[in-house]
T-cell receptor, first 115, second 111 residues
């Protein structure tokens, strides 16, 4: 298995509180991604990073921010959690393959419940 | 219109059946077509990928791409209970790093 860990694995929090999820990789891959997975919507990209301090928005970025200060760590922050952000969050990594397909390796996921 | 459409199921079949999973897409620029398998409470894992049109076979699994119809399929022969999972189609442009995922189809194979 690719070396990707996510912490925490489960979290219950209250509306309005800040939450930070951490993704850590040991593969030295360039790209890192945060997705959320909800029934009927599949995997939706929240933010991604293409290098240290280089990040960009995905399709569902409102209410989320990210930071990448080291190659191995990618943090996702919910500044003020809302019930609509209850979801399963997956981190993924991929190599820089300009001439080939881009396989993504996923972490085990974080189940977040916002009450 | 979503870039990729996939029937979420669930699809329930008896052991030994042939399973057909499908996706349609709208952007003709996609060149790589992948299938990820996701077991319950786990992250997705790449099962197969195909470049451009045609078929690719790996054991009991066959991936098929018809670019003229913008239609991709995954066939599972002699399905087993261990094949019970969610199958997500995924598409990407050549050299790109962002992957577009389908919603996933939940498959149950009954012993």
């Amino acid at each position: 298995d690719a070396g990707i860990t996510q912490s925490p694995r489960h979290k219950v929090t209250e509306t309005g509180t800040p939450v930070t999820l951490r993704c850590h990789q040991t593969e030295n891959h360039r790209y890192m991604y945060w997705y959320r997975q909800d029934p009927g919507h599949g995997l939706r990209l929240i933010h991604y990073s293409y290098g240290v301090k280089d990040t960009d928005k995905g399709e569902v970025s409102d209410g989320y921010s990210v930071s990448r200060s080291k190659t191995e760590d990618f943090l996702l922050t919910l500044e003020s959690a809302t019930s609509s952000q209850t979801s399963v969050y997956f981190c993924a990594i991929s190599e820089d393959r300009k001439s080939s397909y881009n396989e993504q390796f996923f972490g085990p996921g974080t189940r977040l419940t916002v009450l | 219109q979503k870039e990729v459409e996939q029937d979420p199921g669930p699809l329930s079949v008896p052991e030994g059946a042939i399973v057909s999973l499908n996706c349609t897409y709208s952007n003709s620029a996609f060149q790589y077509f992948m299938w990820y398998r996701q077991y319950s409470r786990k992250g997705p894992e790449l099962l197969m990928y195909t470049y451009s049109s045609g078929n690719k076979e790996d054991g009991r699994f066959t991936a098929q791409v018809d670019k003229s119809s913008k239609y991709i399929s995954l066939f599972i022969r002699d399905s087993q209970p261990s094949d019970s999972a969610t199958y997500l189609c995924a598409l990407i442009n050549t050299g790109g790093f962002k992957t577009i995922f389908g919603a996933g189809t939940r498959l149950f194979v009954k012993a």
